[in-house]
């Protein structure tokens, strides 16, 4: 299983840190950065198996960040999982409405997160 490069989009180092660390104990490669425009970056740079996506985050949010990786036909392709503490009912529709592959609630659950993150890979085809 795994092996697949995993990029971490969030601005709270505990919660990058956790996701992190789950990932990669449990055999992924992983790369963060606490931007979207970072993100964008290292998006286009490294080519992601998956973007793990916070939706709050300094300078453009995570919709936006989103958007940005769509656009692009180098980055259009990698499903984002939006995960966000957000219990606002504008946040989920806003979410839903924009695309995003799968969608997350802070904290997370490690066992469902891993689970989320097994089921986007293998719907898209990844290989170890
Ligand atoms: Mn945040």
Request: charged share 30%; proline share 5%.
């Amino acid at each position: 299983m795994a092996g697949e490069l995993i990029l971490i989009i969030e601005d709270n180092e505990k919660n990058r840190k956790l996701s992190r660390d789950v990932l990669e104990v449990s055999g992924y490669r992983t790369l963060e950065t606490d931007t979207g425009e970072e993100g964008v970056r290292l998006a286009r740079e490294h080519e992601p198996a998956l973007v793990l996506l916070d939706i709050h985050l300094p300078g453009i949010d995570g919709i936006e960040t989103f958007q940005r990786l769509r656009a692009d036909p180098a980055t259009a392709a990698i499903p984002v999982i939006a995960v966000t503490a957000s219990a606002m009912p504008d946040d989920r529709a806003r979410i839903k409405a924009v695309g995003f592959d799968r969608y997350l609630s802070k904290p997370i659950n490690i066992k469902s997160f891993l689970e989320t993150v097994g089921e986007v890979l293998g719907a898209n085809g990844a290989s170890p």
